[in-house]
């Protein structure tokens, strides 16, 4: 739940005329699609680099539980991906699932496995997106922060400490228009930018005026809320794709219903507790848009994670539960 460098433990029911907004809320861009309701959606997590010496003797990358129950909670399952296979088996991954969450963690955004990895995952999506084969990406935290660096093609996180904390959100003029949060009731909205619904567990982020300089996030990326660090640098805590169904989040949705660790902030009002369930629908229902799929049922079946115990680490990590590999 950290940040590049600092340790992994701090590192939606819409209603149902959400088809509806579906439907009239088509994607602001040339991507075209044929209409899609796939009602088994799979979502791909890529696995993250194991940084904590605590976390070493039970595998070399690892999947927070807490994202996996937000991923099923929003109607779909999970597929892990590793970080050691080659580029046809992701190209292969790429096809079977329909969408994809890079997780907050800790790993370098430009030379790790996991920014290669992911890069390979963002390029394919794309094109797919491009030839009208829908696909949506989500990035949490560091998520995010490598979905930056992917679209402008270099680092430009800063200093922007907001460690432990929860927020509300300063949302802009283009929040209350955006596909993330437009299934969001008026009484949600206003307590998203008035409480303290986002749970905040990172050192560094993206500059408004970093996001202002380059013409590459400008042109991909529209900013819907944003935040002050302790430094008093104001960073962007919500991004969303203008062409692409590319989302980003700075802060950490999933912990508002499945992280319980009593020194940490996570943020468990009846308002916290919405606005996860909200973004998790929100983005399950993006995957519904995918016809990606698997070969056959026993191929599906020996993919997810299911075939996989977590192991109980609320002892020694701010995680209740992780997934090892």
Sequence with gaps: MSNTGFPAYVSFFFACCFCCFCCS??????????????????????????SDEVMKPFGRTYIPASYVKYIESGGSRVVPIRLTLTTAEYENIFRKINGLIFIGGAAD?????????????YTLA??????????????TCMGMQLLTVLVSGENLLTKTTAENIALPLNLTTEASS?????????????????????????????????????????????VLSTNIALNGAVFISTL??????????????????????????????????????????????EGRRSSHHFDSPEEEASSLIYNYTPVYTANFTGYEQVYFF
Aim: aromatic share 14%; net charge neutral; hydrophobic share 40%.
């Design 178 to 222: 955006s596909r993330m949060f437009a299934g969001l009731s008026d009484e949600l909205m206003k307590a998203l930018a008035e409480e303290p619904l986002t749970g905040n567990f990172h050192h560094y982020g993206l500059t408004v005026k970093a996001f202002q300089e380059n013409e590459k996030l400008q042109s991909f990326f529209t």
């Design 109 to 121: 955004l430009e030379t790790s496995d996991f920014a290669r990895v992911a890069k390979i995952f």
């Design 126 to 139: 794309l094109k797919a997106n491009d030839k009208g084969d829908f696909f949506p990406i989500w990035g």
């Design 25 to 50: 809320r088509a994607m602001p861009t040339q991507v075209k699609q044929e209409a899609v309701n796939n009602n088994r959606p799979v979502i791909g997590i890529l696995t993250q680099l194991v």
């Design 240 to 285: 969303e794709g203008k062409k692409y169904p590319v989302y980003g989040v700075q802060w950490h949705p999933e912990v508002n219903r499945f992280q319980w660790d009593s020194k940490l902030n996570f943020p468990h009002s009846p308002h916290a507790v919405q606005l996860s369930a909200r973004l998790a629908e929100f983005f399950i229902q």
